[in-house]
């Protein structure tokens, strides 16, 4: 199995792992936190799509699809490219608002689909591109591509948890 391969499996994973979080959660439910400072359901799988989406938007040197679509208004936000949830704090978290839990799938899902078919179109090589200089080392594309795997799929394990505390009240 290639790298391709391997990233391709991973990451087309994710979106029955997002759908089974939220499935059937009402709105009330999807902005529910399951104790005081913790994040809900919708907060987190709008969060790892938002990761994803940045990420992948800018090695592909384009528009965020949260930007350029009609995602933002429909989770009670604006569409600002550089708001991933990323330091967000009790206000930001619940400010999160998403009409139901199919916006959710689906923008995730719009979101994965560019990545699998940017994914499809690697070669080996690209894979070590330099994407970013901010650190040292410097990241890679694989290094990126893997750690925005890495958050979706913290994230993915965290809604399905706080899902069960919400059912089971």
Not at 74 to 100: K, M, S, Y
Not at 122 to 145: I, K, M, Q, S, Y
Request: with cysteine; proline share 6%.
């Amino acid at each position: 199995m290639d790298v391709n391969d391997l990233l391709t499996d991973a990451y087309g994973r994710l979106p029955d792992l997002v759908e089974s979080a939220v499935d059937g959660l009402s709105p009330e439910q999807l902005r529910q936190a399951p104790a005081a400072g913790a994040n809900p359901v919708g907060w987190l799988v709008w969060h790892l799509t938002r990761i994803q989406d940045q990420g992948v938007a800018d090695v592909l040197g384009e528009e965020q699809l949260w930007v350029g679509g009609d995602w933002a208004g429909r989770c009670g936000l604006t569409a600002h490219p550089g708001d991933t949830g990323f330091g967000h704090g009790p206000a930001q978290i619940a400010a999160v608002q998403p009409e139901d839990g199919r916006v959710l799938v689906d923008y995730h899902r719009a979101v994965v689909d560019r990545t699998l078919a940017y994914l499809r179109g690697l070669r080996p090589a690209d894979f070590d591109r330099v994407v970013d200089e901010n650190w040292d080392p410097p990241v890679t594309l694989g290094v990126r591509l893997v750690s925005v795997l890495h958050d979706d799929l913290q994230h993915v394990g965290q809604a399905a948890y706080v899902r069960g505390l919400i059912q089971r009240g």
